[in-house]
C-alpha cells in the first residue's frame, strides 16, 4: 500500500474550519466531533445550526446522517477527527448505502487521540482514510493537498451531489475555542436553529 497521503502539506485545522465555515451560505447544519473539532468550530462564531459534540466519540457522522436523512433540503456537514472515524467506520458503509447527496464529511487527520494523550492512531502508519471510504463505497472522497484544494473539494461537495468525504492532514495544535459544556442547552439551540423545535 502506498503511504502517499502521509507526505500531503500539514495545514491548520483552526484556519481550515474557518474556510469551511465562511463557505457556508444557505443555514447548513455543521456536526463538530468531540474535542478540537468542536473547539475549533466555536471559535470560528457560534452559529445557531451548529451542533457541539460532548463525549461521544465516534458519533459525528452517525448523527450528521441522521439529520441529512432527517432534513434533505438542507446540506449538512460533519466535521470529525481520525480517531473518532477510526472507532466507528462502519458509519460509512451505512452513509454509502443510504447515500444523502446533502451529506459533507470532514476529517481532520492528524493521526493521534489528541485529547487523550497524542497517542498514534491508524492512520499516523498504515489506514488510509480515504482509501477506506473509498472501499465502504463512497467514491466522492479524497484528500485536500492544500488549502486551496480543501475550498475547491467543499465548494463543489456543498454543491450537492453528495455523499462527499474530504480528508484533511492537519497538524497536532489544540482547539483555541471553549464550548458551551451544557449538553441541554446545546441540543435546544441546534433544535431551534434547524427549524426542529421552536
Known sequence: MSNAFHNLKVMSRLDLTRRAVALLKHDEAVI????????????????????????????TIPIALGVAIAQPKRHVVALEG?????????????????APKNLTMVVWDNGIYQITGSQPTASKSTADIVAIARGAGIANSAWAADEDEFEKLMVRALDGGGPSLIAARIDGEPGV???ER????IRASFMRGIAAKK
Open 32 to 59: 463538530g466531533g468531540i474535542g478540537n473539532a468542536n473547539f475549533d468550530l466555536w471559535e470560528t462564531g457560534q452559529r445557531p445550526q451548529n451542533f457541539y459534540m460532548l463525549g461521544s466519540m465516534g458519533l
Open 82 to 98: 481520525d480517531g473518532s472515524l477510526l472507532m466507528q467506520l462502519g458509519c460509512l458503509t451505512t452513509v454509502a448505502m443510504q
Open 177 to 179: 475555542g471553549k464550548t
Open 182 to 185: 451544557d449538553p441541554v442547552a
